[in-house]
């Protein structure tokens, strides 16, 4: 009731005007601190490049692959999301489904970025220990529509912090893969889910 | 209502007549013991989509500029804060439910009737809250996993939200003339299936099997949302097991 109350004459003193808070720099080797500094150039980055808005998505996909894909790990996030089949697969075939599933992955997932405009992101409390190794940074991206939670879930690596799994909307991208991964394994095998994941990533980039 | 009721009964016969068969080799998930049924479900609602619905909401898109497609969500968004308010103080976030009320006022009275959303960019924030959540929150169980026609994934206490949410729906019922009714809620639909018209198509590119995909995604996406309504608690995270 009372942080209602605080934001309403918030609002009528600021005359809605955002009030520009004197942040920190955001320390990139404690996760919120590295989510923070990669959504802030992510977000810098599209909002100065014309081509990406006119979504223009080979430039998209440059932008990922240089400023989103050295913080994630691709590796266990293919892996989590194969579950028990993943021990099924050869090393050859693991590599040709971190690269097909994280093709796939950015190539539908590029669309949005081209569409950011005047969005703002809203972190919310990270609530960790100093001595985890598997965190979550929470945030909510306001825009025009309907508030969209976005969360990541990291873990330390020897080489830093590293994304490993997001969830949009309330959904875990690894859950929400686990079911439909097992079932094109048992009913195609390894290879058949390996040519499926091919042909969905030529087709995507055929239609653009 | 009454037109609503017939289209079911329709629809529910033709059901019977041909259940999708799932796919060979799928695993049955513990949450989805209907999967035959739901999947004809599924089939039928996305024919809809693609020969009635979308092509509907493609032609809005390309007749109408996008700053009024932006105040006619807003407007159906104000109306729908009235009872997310609703559901918040009914779940317990009477802080919440007293934001959303403010939103509901200052959006009617300073946005010239909610076409313009005046609440977010003064910071307050917009929620979502329907019955189905409430529930959740008072701790009914989701129970199996449904696909309602024409209103697509839900599950058996989201069965009984949506009707809660249709039934309390006064506002739009009492309006005395029919064709403006009938217009209105046809323009709400469309307006619905246009917030998430490029969300999915990304689906269709992403998903593997779209029936998978948005069931699992709905399922976590509910909890997410019911674990958040609970003051303090954090939603639950899933755990993989190592392969």
């Not at chain 1, 599209?46 to 998505?57: M, T």
């Not at chain 1, 690269?99 to 950011?116: C, D, M, P, W």
């Not at chain 2, 599950?155 to 003339?177: I, K, M, Q, S």
Request: with cysteine; glycine share 8%; aromatic share 10%.
């Amino acid at each position: 009731m009372k942080t209602a109350f605080l934001s309403f004459f918030a609002f009528l003193l600021s005359g809605a005007i955002g009030i520009a808070s004197a942040q920190n720099a955001p320390d990139p080797n404690t996760p919120d601190g590295l989510i923070k500094m990669i959504v802030a150039d992510v977000m810098a980055s599209v909002k100065a490049d014309p081509e990406i808005q006119k979504g223009n998505i080979p430039r998209v996909v440059d932008l990922v692959e240089k400023k989103i894909v050295p913080y994630t790990d691709m590796r266990r996030t293919t892996q989590l999301a194969m579950g028990r089949n993943w021990s099924k697969a050869s090393p050859e075939q693991q590599t040709q489904l971190i690269a097909e599933f994280k093709s796939l992955l950015i190539r539908t997932y590029s669309g949005v970025l081209s569409q950011l405009r005047d969005q703002t992101v809203q972190y919310k409390p990270f609530r960790a220990n100093p001595s985890d190794t598997d965190v979550i940074v929470r945030t909510v991206v306001i825009g025009k529509s309907d508030p969209i939670p976005l969360d990541y879930r990291l873990e330390k690596t020897n080489d830093g912090w590293k994304v490993y799994d997001v969830n949009i909307m309330g959904a875990w991208l690894i859950e929400a893969y686990r079911n439909q991964f097992t079932n094109q394994i048992s009913q195609n095998g390894v290879d058949g889910l390996i040519k499926f994941l091919q042909e969905r990533n030529a087709m995507l980039a055929g239609k653009k | 209502m009454i037109l609503l009721k017939r289209l079911c009964v329709t629809f529910l016969s033709l059901c019977i007549i041909g259940c999708a068969s799932i796919p060979a080799g799928s695993e049955p998930s513990p949450h989805d013991p209907w999967e035959s049924f739901n999947r004809s479900v599924f089939s039928f609602n996305e024919g809809l989509d693609e020969y009635l619905l979308k092509p509907i909401t493609k032609g809005y898109r390309f007749i109408l500029p996008k700053p009024a497609q932006q105040g006619i969500d807003n407007f159906f968004g104000n109306y729908r804060d009235i009872y997310t308010s609703v559901n918040n103080l009914l779940q317990g976030n009477v802080s919440m439910a007293f934001s959303d009320l403010m939103r509901v006022v200052v959006n009617t009275i300073f946005g010239l009737g909610g076409f313009i959303d005046m609440a977010t960019p003064g910071g307050l924030e917009k929620h979502k809250a329907d019955f189905g959540q409430t529930f959740g929150v008072w701790g009914i169980p989701p129970g199996p996993y449904v696909v309602l026609p024409f209103f697509g994934p839900s599950n058996v206490r989201d069965t009984f939200g949506t009707a809660a949410d249709l039934e309390t729906d006064y506002l739009f019922r009492l309006l005395p003339d029919v064709a403006l009714r009938n217009s209105l809620t046809g323009l709400r639909i469309v307006n619905a299936r246009n917030n998430y018209y490029e969300a999915g198509d990304l689906l269709e590119g992403a998903a593997i099997d779209k029936y998978t995909f948005t069931r699992d995604a709905y399922i976590q996406r509910r909890q997410y949302q019911i674990d958040q309504a609970k003051e303090g608690k954090e939603p639950a995270l899933p755990v993989y097991e190592n392969p």
